[in-house]
């Protein structure tokens, strides 16, 4: 986070891509896009776009990360090296190790791992474009990729972000807010019992500030949560 | 870091202690273990400290070099965190290049660091565009008892606090000066165990615990990075609670930070 900044990213009450503070951008969300993977979805976030797919229950590679009692969740986020201004080096960097990390054990959380012991689900993730929030995006598609695969699961988990800019708690930073913004707090949370599965915060906030943060992030969550069902209602029909 | 062999009857013995207030060592729910830091005991490094968090034991080392800047930010410093989970710090942590856990750890840290703007980056400029002082907090974990986020921070902010630019090494000016401090962050984590939210895990709280929360404040009370971990999630209101108590609860962290200053 920049922190301080001259730049006024909020003019009257509207930002800089005509957005008031607590509106999300516009999110598409297609389920069951890809062939080969068991579960699929492409979501467009904004300008963000992003490919998940799932894979499994199947038997756990490595053999020594098999859990005798249960599935692990293997999530993998990558971003594309075109996916950025400059050209991004392929692969896990540090960054997306961290968030694959956490987006496993998030997933681990909602999907019913007790079911298929010594299993793997494999959840990939892929940025194709990036213009902030990418990991929110990324684990909103692959919630619907699981839910595609037919993996049991308690719920979905949608992921927003909140943060501040011009000292103004906003939902949803948009590319110019996250780089010259004061906060950014992506949150995922199971919309059935407002559990907290994913919180991460970097910058500036006062506790008032906080609280606030945490009530837009999870509104924006449960906006999202519904589109997320709309996408699984498009593809199968009925009432998902 | 969590370690796998805890025994059910542990599990359960430490879950109903939890439920009723109290922990296996006799602590309170958010109560901390005795801090204590040591600084200056490095002679090659440009400052170093030790900490002990009851039983974890932390060494870091601060290296200062000269580079060149990030093309966006030609006038800023730049810093890097690295923690190492030595083999011989605790019997599940493997040799070989970073993992999962000792990568999410050093954001962590990095985070809470970087993001209360600790360091003045600008203040790391020698020629702008050109060059600037490149900061390195090696984190070295000697013995692992649990709660490696806060003792890590605690190590790398104390670290700094007495780390001095290396101007004559690298010819830059005549005499070296203290590293510019601007503010104190100090990191506080939470377990889930059971239903009960508690202060500064031991590793077999670790080995117990769903899910894990940290929050860095700065001195002011205002929030600086935060994390949640593990694969268990905590309710809406424990987050806020657990906010609440960590700005109480950081005091001993804080009084043992100021008695290094």
């Known amino acids: ?240 | 870091m969590s370690n796998d062999h805890v025994s059910n009857l542990m599990k359960g013995h430490m879950e109903t202690l939890a439920a009723e207030g109290k922990r296996a060592d006799g602590r309170g729910i958010n109560e901390y273990r005795e801090v204590k830091i040591e600084t200056g005991m490095l002679n090659t490094a440009e400052g170093s400290a030790m900490v002990h968090l009851g039983k974890t034991k932390i060494l870091c080392g601060i290296k200062m070099l000269i580079g060149t800047p990030y093309g966006d930010s030609p006038k800023s410093g730049t810093m890097t965190t690295s923690t190492e989970l030595a083999p011989l710090a605790d019997q599940s942590f493997d040799p070989g290049p970073p993992r999962e856990q000792s990568i999410e750890l050093s954001r962590v840290v990095d985070r809470g660091i970087r993001e209360s703007r600790m360091i003045d980056f600008e203040a790391l400029c020698i020629e702008e565009g050109e060059k600037v002082w490149m900061v390195y907090i090696d984190l070295h974990i000697l013995d692992n008892n649990g709660n490696l986020f806060d003792a890590c921070t605690l190590a790398a902010a104390s670290a700094l606090s007495n780390a001095k630019i290396p101007n004559v090494q690298h010819s830059v000016a005549d005499k070296d000066v203290d590293l510019p401090v601007t503010c104190w962050p100090i990191s506080c984590t939470f377990g889930k165990l059971g239903n009960t939210v508690i202060l500064d895990p031991t590793s077999d709280e670790e080995g117990v615990m769903t899910a894990r929360f940290t929050v860095a404040h700065d001195e002011n009370g205002n929030l600086r990075a935060a994390q949640k971990g593990m694969n268990g999630a905590f309710t809406d209101a424990e987050i806020r609670e657990a906010v609440k108590t960590a700005r109480t609860s950081d005091n001993v962290l804080r009084e043992a930070l100021k008695g290094i200053q």
């Not at chain 1, 992003?50 to 990558?78: L, N, W």
Request: hydrophobic share 40%.
């Open chain 1, 1 to 240: 986070m920049a922190g301080q900044t001259d730049m006024e990213l909020i003019k009257n009450g509207v930002r800089l891509d005509g957005r008031k503070p607590d509106e999300l951008r516009e999110v598409k969300i297609v389920a069951g896009v890809l062939d080969n993977a068991d579960g699929s979805c492409y979501l467009e976030w904004g300008n963000n776009k992003v490919y998940a797919g799932v894979f499994g229950p199947m038997e756990c590679h490595p053999r020594h990360k098999q859990k005798a009692d249960r599935a692990i969740v293997q999530a993998r986020y990558t971003m594309a090296p075109f996916s950025v201004n400059d050209r991004k080096r392929p692969g896990l960097d540090r960054r997306s190790t961290e968030i694959s990390y956490i987006a496993s054990q998030a997933f681990e959380k909602v999907v019913m791992v007790e079911e298929f012991p010594k299993a793997s689900i494999r959840v990939d993730m892929q940025v194709v474009e990036a213009h902030a929030g990418t990991r929110c995006a990324a684990i909103t598609a692959a919630s619907v990729a699981l839910a595609d695969a037919g993996i049991p699961m308690r719920d979905m988990i949608p992921a927003c972000a909140s943060g501040k800019v011009n000292d103004v708690v906003v939902l949803d930073l948009n590319k110019e807010e996250d780089n010259y913004g004061q906060a950014d707090l992506p949150l995922a949370i199971i919309p059935s019992t407002k559990e907290v599965v994913l919180l991460q915060l970097d910058g500036h906030l006062t506790p008032d500030e906080f609280e606030k943060a945490m009530d837009l992030a999870t509104s924006g969550c449960m906006d999202l949560y519904e589109k997320m069902r709309n996408a699984l209602d498009n593809r199968y029909g009925g009432s998902a």
